[in-house]
């Protein structure tokens, strides 16, 4: 039982990286970290790490095959579309005219959270393999995700608020190399 419960930890934690990433790029590019929006950002993340593997453990090995062949070009084109616009958006000149928009709607969020979690549905197919509870493994996984999301955005604010334009890059290159590092990890020429 302790076993089961601590392999569900870990897996939780693993699955939790790229979203605690992305998490501290969001940070990086907002002017006050609210509490809400670290909320938003925490169920919005967590919420997809608990339902994809979910969906993966009903899926199984039906569609596992299809999933895990494209995932890798998936995350990242998503991943090097947003951080591509975040950099943009860290040079654009007329910041007057920029208007702010809502960091945490569905528009800005949805692409990150989907990105983030299409591993968890490989991850989902794989319980179903192992001995695990899969209620308390998907739980774990959501929770455990929105910790680490909304601690990411409070992070992300502490090193932003000093450098803002320089941090937005900086979080936009980070999303890019996350891209980058799961396409050629997937393509097996480099191994982490």
């Not at 076993?3 to 969001?26: E, N, T």
Request: net charge negative; hydrophobic share 60%; charged share 15%.
């Amino acid at each position: 039982m302790i076993s089961m419960i601590v392999q569900s930890l870990l897996i939780s934690v693993s699955v939790a990286m790229d979203a605690f990433a992305i998490s501290i790029g969001k940070g990086l590019t907002v002017h006050k970290a609210r509490f809400v929006d670290a909320l938003k950002c925490g169920l919005w993340f967590g919420g997809f790490q608990a339902l994809f593997p979910l969906l993966g453990f009903f899926a199984a090995a039906a569609f596992a095959s299809y999933v895990t062949a494209v995932d890798h070009w998936i995350i990242f084109g998503l991943l090097a579309f947003i951080g591509g616009n975040m950099i943009r958006e860290a040079f654009e000149e007329d910041e007057e005219n920029a208007k702010e928009t809502p960091e945490f709607d569905w528009r800005h969020m949805l692409p990150l959270a989907v990105a983030c979690s299409i591993d968890a549905f490989a991850v989902g197919v794989s319980l179903g393999l192992m001995q695990l509870n899969v209620a308390f493994a998907v739980t774990s996984m959501g929770v455990v995700t929105a910790l680490f999301s909304i601690a990411g955005i409070y992070i992300g604010r502490v090193f932003g608020s000093r450098w803002q334009k320089p941090a937005q890059i900086a979080g936009g290159v980070v999303l890019i190399i996350i891209g980058v590092k799961v396409l050629l990890e997937h393509l097996g020429l480099i191994a982490f």
